[in-house]
């Protein structure tokens, strides 16, 4: 089995300081773990993925994510935000033999000016 | 290339109406996902194909919903007949590669309203 937990439903940010949204997982195997951003009234688009190889993954328009093992956690940081940037994140899992993707909640960010 | 392509943008339909949503995938791409968006329970997958080949509707509501590929540039998601609970924005993906590497295309969406 396997699940993903966004710890925030919203975070609110002002232009140009850091973003964090936090992401856990649980998963029975080796997960591979992904970001993807819908912006209003589009579908999604992948951010960034990671599938075992470096810890650290990097991504499009300045997002990058860590993967902890000992911490469940992949988390999506940027060190500034852009306006632009206000979007709704989602954190998925894909693990096990199905390798199904489990969508979580959703984040929605928000970016003052 | 354009993307994956739905139509239509918005259905506005009453209940017991028949509903066709429309989806071209990437070309060359092999995997084609359907999925339903609603705020109470995120993001579903309603079935995917593969080379045009139902692999998994588990994730199919009920008999009321239907999908087909009859090729490798087209998919309907049909649903009859349809009731208020329906509404949501339905996507449609696809993936040049096995769903478990998590690198899906999505097209716009369209957004179901069942009166």
């Known amino acids: 089995a396997q699940s993903v937990t966004q710890l925030d439903s919203h975070v609110s940010v002002s232009e140009g300081t850091p973003v964090l949204l936090r992401c856990n997982y649980s998963s029975s195997y080796s997960p591979s773990l992904f970001w993807y951003v819908q912006h209003p009234n589009k579908g999604l688009q992948l951010l960034l993925k990671?599938?075992?190889?470096?810890?650290l993954v990097k991504g499009i328009n300045g997002f990058e994510a860590e993967f902890k093992k000992s911490e469940t956690s992949f988390h999506l940081t940027k060190p500034s935000a852009h306006m632009s940037d206000a979007a709704e994140y989602f954190c998925v899992v894909s693990s096990g033999s199905a390798r199904q993707l489990t969508f979580g909640s959703g984040t929605q960010l928000t970016v003052l000016p | 290339d354009a993307g994956v392509i739905q139509s239509p943008r918005h259905e506005v339909t009453e209940m017991g109406q028949e509903v066709t949503l429309r989806c071209k995938p990437i070309s060359g791409h092999d995997y084609l996902f359907w999925y339903r968006q609603t705020m109470m329970r995120g993001l579903e997958l309603l079935i995917y194909f593969n080379n045009n080949v139902p692999i998994d509707d588990s994730g199919m509501p009920e008999d009321r919903f239907s999908a087909k590929m009859p090729n490798a540039s087209f998919s309907t998601l049909k649903i009859q007949p349809s009731e208020p609970r329906d509404s949501a924005v339905y996507f449609c993906?696809?993936?040049?590669?096995?769903?478990?590497?998590?690198?899906?295309?999505f097209g716009e969406g369209s957004r179901l309203t069942v009166l």
């Open positions: 990671y599938t075992s190889a470096a810890t």
């Open positions: 993906a696809s993936s040049l590669r096995p769903t478990g590497t998590g690198e899906l295309f």
